[in-house]
C-alpha cells in the first residue's frame, strides 16, 4: 500500500518570499504523484502532478515540484509568494497501473502568506 | 472547463435519516470515485465506481453506504442511516482514462449531522 508524509501542518511565510512544502512518500510500485490545493471553503483543485518523464514539474499560479525517486521525495516550491497563495496544499499519490486507482492523500499542510 | 459538480453544497441532517449525495462528473470521464474528509484530518478513499460497478471501496465504506449512477450523468452517494460520526466533507471525483488515473475533485459537500 501507498503513503504519503507530509512533514508540516503549517507553514508561515512573508509575501514574496519562497516556500518549499515538503513531501514523501512511500511505495512498493511506480506511482503518479499529485499537489492538490484547497483554498479557503472550497474544493480540491489540481495544481500539477508529475506521471513521467522531467522530473521537474510545473503546475498553476507559478508552483513547481521535483521528483526524486531515491529520496521518494515530491517537494512543491514557488519562488515568491502571493498572498492569495494562502490555503491548504496536499500532497497525493496513486499507483502507477491506470483505470480505477485511488487516490491517497498526505495530511496537508497549511501555507500562512504574511503581508 | 469542464469540472465536477456537486449539490448540495451543505447537508444538514438528523441522525438516524437517509441522505443521498449528488454528483455531475466531467462529460468524458468514466470512473467515478467518493472520498471524505472529517475536520481536521486526511481526505479518505471511500469507493470506485466504473462500468455500473463498484471497483473498490474502503473499510470506511461499510453497508450503510451505497452508490448508484441512475442515468447517464449522476453518480450519488447514499447514507441510509447516518450517524454523527458521518459528519464530514464529501468530494466526488472522476477520472478520464483507464491509462493515466488523473481524478478531478468536485468542491464538496459538507454533510452535518445533528
Known amino acids: 500500500a501507498q503513503s504519503v508524509t507530509q512533514l508540516d501542518s503549517q507553514v508561515p511565510v512573508f509575501e514574496e518570499a519562497p516556500v518549499e512544502l515538503r513531501c514523501n512518500y512511500s511505495s512498493s510500485v511506480s506511482v503518479y504523484l499529485f499537489w492538490y490545493v484547497q483554498y479557503p471553503n472550497q474544493g480540491l483543485q489540481l495544481l500539477l502532478k508529475y506521471l513521467s518523464g522531467s522530473t521537474l514539474v510545473k503546475g498553476i499560479n507559478g508552483f513547481e515540484a521535483e521528483f526524486n525517486k531515491s529520496q521518494t521525495s515530491f517537494h512543491l516550491r514557488k519562488p515568491s509568494v502571493h498572498i492569495s497563495d494562502t490555503a491548504e496544499y496536499f500532497c497525493?499519490?496513486?499507483?502507477?497501473?491506470?483505470?480505477?486507482?485511488?487516490?491517497?492523500f498526505g495530511i496537508g499542510t497549511k501555507l500562512q502568506v504574511i503581508p | 472547463e469542464p469540472e465536477v459538480t456537486q449539490t448540495p453544497s451543505h447537508q444538514v441532517t438528523q441522525m438516524g435519516q437517509e441522505v443521498i449525495l449528488r454528483c455531475v462528473p466531467i462529460?468524458?470521464?468514466?470512473?467515478f470515485y467518493w472520498y471524505r474528509q472529517i475536520l481536521g484530518q486526511k481526505v479518505e478513499f471511500l469507493v470506485s465506481f466504473y462500468n455500473n460497478e463498484i471497483s473498490e471501496k474502503s473499510e470506511i465504506f461499510d453497508d450503510q453506504f451505497s452508490v448508484e449512477r441512475p442515468d447517464g450523468s449522476n453518480f450519488t452517494l447514499k447514507i441510509r442511516s447516518t450517524k454523527l460520526e458521518d459528519s464530514a466533507m464529501y468530494f466526488c471525483?472522476?477520472?478520464?482514462?483507464?491509462?493515466?488515473?488523473?481524478?478531478?475533485f468536485g468542491a464538496g459537500t459538507r454533510l452535518s449531522v445533528l
Open positions: 497525493a499519490v496513486s499507483l502507477n497501473s491506470g483505470g480505477y486507482q485511488k487516490v491517497t
Open positions: 471525483a472522476s477520472s478520464e482514462s483507464h491509462t493515466v488515473n488523473i481524478q478531478y
Open positions: 462529460s468524458n470521464h468514466l470512473y
